[in-house]
């Protein structure tokens, strides 16, 4: 089948493609809070409606939360299964937006046309530029060139607390070949990218208590123990001068980036200034002879993400107090155990504790990295049909955050999962005036039928 005439078709359609866009991004889809509930259950229901109109197999499943919406498509060879997320965030601070967001609008500025309005980017537009792609081949050809299932999941944004279960509960259902996600972004403004690893959680919270209540630091100062000053040597002895991280066993299971991926990396020419610049910054504080890039796709890291203690108020206060507590984060990389780190952290706490003090661990997550195969054929179709799409050739990238449902497509399905996307790094998601490039939602489409045509052969 000719891909040029789809893509032909994609051109053609793209006034009314947006038309659709913005319908979709007029339903106040948050999923956090209870008042939006219905919201949600009529993004789900236009969702259903719109692929059942491309000819699909489309229903909505109902769970303890917010909606499911599956798809099917029947097709030959490959079978690829699609995930976005149709909920959003909150729109707070609702006087820092420049328009309604949920009145979106293609609106024209110093750097092109964009889609303005909350979800253009997380995720709506993402996933829309799929659901394009699927109906431009329709229009063409009448079929798919694969088999195509499509899961769209409407807690995304809240914890996805009904995901695990409904994957649990539906496993042959959707089990497929290879699973696309479309919920990242673009490296730069034209490189397209296929992440490949992402990175885990762990969460710990410590509270160190010294006396029995704040003490008066005139009566007490010199002779009592202080529980800010031993939790400050705690913390100031998590890294040695070369940003090394001295938990024993941390790095045990980290392995070294492949040369080819590692190459890929160096040809995207990540320049640490700019990046640190944008906020304020220029030198790099992670671990010695480490590239940016490796800093933050592949390397672990322990991070202080806030510490507490002692008078907090305006003016001073002379006070020892009572008890100390800082909250830190450790990203993980494929290899480490989160659980055997987590207490390994504890015992490297309570090793340091001086006598008359005593520590409270309290435990906010902990998920472990993933790593897809770039040896899975897919994996080289993809990035070699967006490498046709896009200027720049694609590169099989990192991600420093962490992205759950990647991990569940590995160990609950057992699938490899590409994440795809086509957001920019000023896109705004989660802050007011979001938006999604013209550019992005056109060429994301485009590529979608790039690669759909590419894994079908």
Same mark, same amino acid.
């Given at each position: 089948?000719?891909?040029?005439?789809?893509?032909?078709?994609?051109?053609?359609?793209?006034?009314?493609?947006?038309?659709?866009?913005?319908?979709?991004?007029?339903?106040?889809?948050?999923?956090?809070?209870?008042?939006?509930?219905?919201?949600?259950?009529?993004?789900?229901?236009?969702?259903?409606?719109?692929?059942?109109?491309?000819?699909?197999?489309?229903?909505?499943?109902?769970?303890?939360?917010?909606?499911?919406?599956?798809?099917?498509?029947?097709?030959?060879?490959?079978?690829?299964?699609?995930?976005?997320?149709?909920?959003?965030?909150?729109?707070?601070?609702?006087?820092?937006?420049?328009?309604?967001?949920?009145?979106?609008?293609?609106?024209?500025?110093?750097?092109?046309?964009?889609?303005?309005?909350?979800?253009?980017?997380?995720?709506?537009?993402?996933?829309?530029?799929?659901?394009?792609?699927?109906?431009?081949?329709?229009?063409?050809?009448?079929?798919?060139?694969?088999?195509?299932?499509?899961?769209?999941?409407?807690?995304?944004?809240?914890?996805?607390?009904?995901?695990?279960?409904?994957?649990?509960?539906?496993?042959?259902?959707?089990?497929?070949?290879?699973?696309?996600?479309?919920? !990242?972004? &673009?490296? #730069?403004?034209? @490189?397209?990218? %296929?992440?490949? =690893? /992402?990175?885990?959680?762990?969460?710990?919270?410590?509270?160190?208590?010294?006396?029995?209540?704040?003490?008066?630091?005139?009566?007490?100062?010199?002779?009592?123990?202080?529980?800010?000053?031993?939790?400050?040597?705690?913390?100031?002895?998590?890294?040695?001068?070369?940003?090394?991280?001295?938990?024993?066993?941390?790095?045990?299971?980290?392995?070294?980036?492949?040369?080819?991926?590692?190459?890929?990396?160096?040809?995207?020419?990540?320049?640490?200034?700019?990046?640190?610049?944008?906020?304020?910054?220029?030198?790099?504080?992670?671990?010695?002879?480490?590239?940016?890039?490796?800093?933050?796709?592949?390397?672990?890291?322990?991070?202080?993400?806030?510490?507490?203690?002692?008078?907090?108020?305006?003016?001073?206060? !002379?006070? &020892?107090? #009572?008890?100390? @507590?800082?909250? %830190?984060?450790? =990203? /993980?990389?494929?290899?480490?155990?989160?659980?055997?780190?987590?207490?390994?952290?504890?015992?490297?706490?309570?090793?340091?504790?001086?006598?008359?003090?005593?520590?409270?661990?309290?435990?906010?997550?902990?998920?472990?990295?993933?790593?897809?195969?770039?040896?899975?054929?897919?994996?080289?179709?993809?990035?070699?049909?967006?490498?046709?799409?896009?200027?720049?050739?694609?590169?099989?990238?990192?991600?420093?955050?962490?992205?759950?449902?990647?991990?569940?497509?590995?160990?609950?399905?057992?699938?490899?999962?590409?994440?795809?996307?086509?957001?920019?790094?000023?896109?705004?998601?989660?802050?007011?005036?979001?938006?999604?490039?013209?550019?992005?939602?056109?060429?994301?489409?485009?590529?979608?039928?790039?690669?759909?045509?590419?894994?079908?052969?």
């Amino acid at each position: 089948m000719s891909v040029e005439q789809v893509l032909a078709q994609v051109d053609a359609d793209l006034d009314n493609a947006v038309d659709r866009l913005l319908e979709l991004l007029r339903i106040k889809s948050i999923s956090t809070d209870p008042k939006f509930k219905a919201d949600c259950d009529k993004a789900a229901d236009w969702l259903v409606a719109d692929l059942q109109s491309l000819g699909m197999d489309a229903s909505k499943r109902e769970t303890p939360g917010h909606p499911m919406v599956m798809a099917h498509a029947e097709g030959t060879g490959t079978h690829v299964m699609f995930y976005g997320h149709y909920d959003v965030q909150p729109v707070d601070p609702i006087n820092l937006w420049d328009r309604p967001p949920f009145d979106p609008m293609l609106e024209d500025t110093e750097k092109g046309r964009v889609i303005r309005g909350r979800g253009a980017s997380d995720d709506k537009g993402q996933l829309m530029t799929f659901v394009e792609a699927c109906r431009a081949w329709k229009a063409v050809h009448g079929t798919l060139p694969a088999k195509v299932s499509i899961f769209f999941e409407g807690e995304e944004e809240s914890g996805s607390p009904s995901l695990v279960p409904f994957m649990e509960a539906n496993r042959e259902e959707l089990t497929a070949d290879v699973a696309l996600i479309c919920d !990242t972004g &673009l490296f #730069g403004d034209s @490189t397209p990218a %296929i992440v490949t =690893r /992402l990175r885990g959680l762990l969460g710990e919270e410590i509270t160190i208590t010294g006396p029995s209540k704040d003490l008066h630091s005139g009566m007490y100062g010199g002779i009592a123990r202080n529980p800010i000053r031993v939790l400050a040597k705690i913390i100031a002895s998590l890294h040695d001068h070369t940003g090394r991280i001295m938990v024993p066993g941390f790095y045990d299971g980290v392995q070294e980036l492949p040369k080819d991926i590692a190459q890929q990396w160096n040809d995207l020419g990540f320049d640490n200034a700019q990046f640190l610049g944008e906020v304020g910054l220029g030198v790099p504080a992670g671990e010695d002879g480490r590239t940016g890039l490796e800093m933050i796709w592949s390397r672990p890291t322990c991070e202080v993400n806030g510490i507490g203690g002692g008078y907090q108020g305006s003016g001073f206060k !002379t006070v &020892l107090p #009572g008890e100390a @507590t800082a909250k %830190i984060s450790f =990203r /993980l990389v494929p290899g480490q155990d989160p659980l055997k780190l987590r207490e390994s952290f504890r015992k490297f706490v309570e090793d340091q504790l001086p006598d008359d003090c005593s520590v409270a661990f309290t435990g906010h997550g902990a998920s472990s990295a993933s790593e897809m195969s770039t040896a899975h054929p897919a994996f080289e179709k993809a990035r070699a049909a967006l490498s046709d799409e896009w200027p720049n050739p694609a590169a099989f990238v990192g991600c420093g955050g962490s992205i759950p449902i990647a991990g569940h497509f590995k160990d609950i399905l057992d699938m490899d999962a590409m994440l795809i996307g086509f957001g920019k790094d000023d896109d705004q998601i989660h802050s007011p005036n979001e938006k999604y490039d013209l550019s992005s939602f056109h060429k994301g489409i485009r590529s979608w039928v790039r690669v759909l045509d590419a894994l079908s052969s």
